[in-house]
């Protein structure tokens, strides 16, 4: 409904108009680089929630790669390559992550000693093929439901972030889809 002006009365809508009082805000802090004033009280949550999805990312590189080099040469070699084709593509998540933490001025936990603890994903020790990729099935399942509720947790806090959980959430849904075909084998 278009808002019609008359003669004593003013239109209610104020139009859209940025905030200059956040805009001389960004002039200040400049210790805090790409976070402004704006970006609200979550920031130490996005990053602990980050770290936890960069120590899951690492664990699921880690395993990967094990399986990659204990299932090559079983029974099917292929599959063996698409493990470490996982693993590089779970690499390049953990280092978007990390990148991510640097930006909104938190510190990248890469501390090997409660990476497992921090992880939401498995490590995984089988030695049959079969069940190394159903522990993959898992961990890319629980990858994708904590991708889902962060990507519901970030909402419109943080758009960039954001928008970086939903690429990694379409990967890890690839991958498990992925590895059911392979199961199903
Ligand atoms: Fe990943
Ligand atoms: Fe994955």
Redesign the pocket.
């Known amino acids: 409904m278009p808002i019609v002006e008359t003669k004593n009365q003013t239109p209610q809508r104020q139009g859209l108009c940025l905030d200059e009082a956040g805009l001389a805000a960004a002039r200040q802090d400049l210790d805090d680089g790409a976070v402004t004033p704006a970006y609200g009280p979550w920031r130490d949550d996005v990053v602990r929630l980050l770290n936890d999805a960069l120590a ?2 690492l664990v ?1 590189v880690m395993r990967y790669r094990r399986h990659y080099f204990t299932a090559d040469g079983v029974e099917s070699p292929k599959i063996a390559e698409e493990f470490l084709v996982h693993a590089n ?2 690499l390049a ?2 280092v978007r992550i990390a990148e991510r933490i640097v930006q909104l001025g938190g510190e990248p936990n890469f501390d090997p000693t409660t990476l497992l603890q921090r992880s939401h994903a498995d490590y995984d020790e089988s030695r049959e093929l079969q069940a190394m990729i159903r522990a993959n099935l898992v961990a890319e399942r629980v ?1 994708v439901e904590t991708y889902r509720q962060m990507i519901d947790l970030v909402g419109d806090k943080d758009s960039t972030t954001r928008r970086m959980l939903e690429d ?1 959430l379409a ?2 849904e690839e ?1 498990a889809d992925e590895l059911k075909d392979w199961l199903a084998r």
């Open positions: 899951t990312e699921c593509a779970e998540h953990a990858a990694i990967d890890e991958h």
